[in-house]
């Protein structure tokens, strides 16, 4: 079945420098790629989302790129700041009607002051 | 705005006992998920709900089943609950292949 494998499982970085989180998806028919943020005890929300007609995009201090080809994608954060903090998914989707997504293990992302 | 409610925020079951998870959304998405979230495992997919009375299984379906009599409506059930059921259960409910939106969770412990 479809897999989606999440690197790295946690970072570290000081307040103001980029994040890099990267995701493998194995079904090349995924066609939508969204990443959610989930802080200390609350739910997981939608921050940013792709589809498969796009390479990149962009939405303020973060972005996403996809690479089609090699099967993966990947979330920049820029200018971290603490509030970044949180644990981050990556999913796929190979179903517009279903909606059925398959989930990343999660990167917990530390944002140092 | 949308917004996902579930029955308990915590709940504590003794071994063999029948849990029931409720999950509403008043968003009239057609689409409704149960997740398991456990500590580097990530959310795993029990169970969906593309239509009222429609079901399909996720990738971790064992032990549990669902119940969709309304649109609204989610159910999740453990018929027989077991140590190994402890975890976070999330419900999620999405338009099409839009966004997921999703409730606050539910904190099961097994004793």
């Known amino acids: 079945g479809e897999n989606v494998e999440q690197h790295p499982s946690t970072l570290s970085v000081q307040e103001g420098d980029s994040a890099v989180i990267k995701c493998t998806y194995s079904?090349?028919?995924?066609?939508?790629f969204p990443w959610y943020k989930q802080e200390l005890g609350k739910r997981p929300q939608l921050i940013i989302d792709?589809?498969?007609?796009?390479g990149e995009k962009k939405d303020q201090r973060i972005a996403v790129t996809l690479n089609k080809t090699a099967k993966h994608f990947s979330l920049h954060i820029t200018e971290t700041q603490p509030e970044d903090s949180a644990v981050y998914f990556c999913a796929a989707s190979i179903n517009s009607n279903t909606g059925k997504l398959i989930f990343g293990q999660g990167t917990t992302l530390q944002v140092k002051p | 705005d949308v917004k996902v409610t579930q029955s308990s925020r915590y709940l504590v079951k003794r071994t063999g006992e029948k849990v029931f998870l409720e999950c509403v959304q008043d968003m009239d998405h057609e689409n409704m998920f149960w997740y398991r979230q456990d500590p580097g495992l990530g959310l795993r997919l029990i169970y969906f709900?593309?239509?009222?009375?429609?079901?399909e299984k996720g990738d971790i379906p064992e032990g549990y089943s669902v119940s969709r009599e309304k649109k609204e409506r989610f159910s999740l059930i453990l018929e027989s609950a077991s140590t190994n059921q402890t975890s976070m259960y999330l419900c999620?409910?999405?338009?099409?292949?839009?966004?997921?939106?999703f409730g606050p969770g539910t904190r099961l412990t097994v004793l």
């Open positions: 709900s593309y239509d009222v009375k429609m079901k």
């Open positions: 079904d090349s028919a995924s066609n939508y």
């Open positions: 999620a409910s999405s338009f099409g292949g839009d966004e997921q939106f």
């Open positions: 792709i589809r498969s007609n796009v």
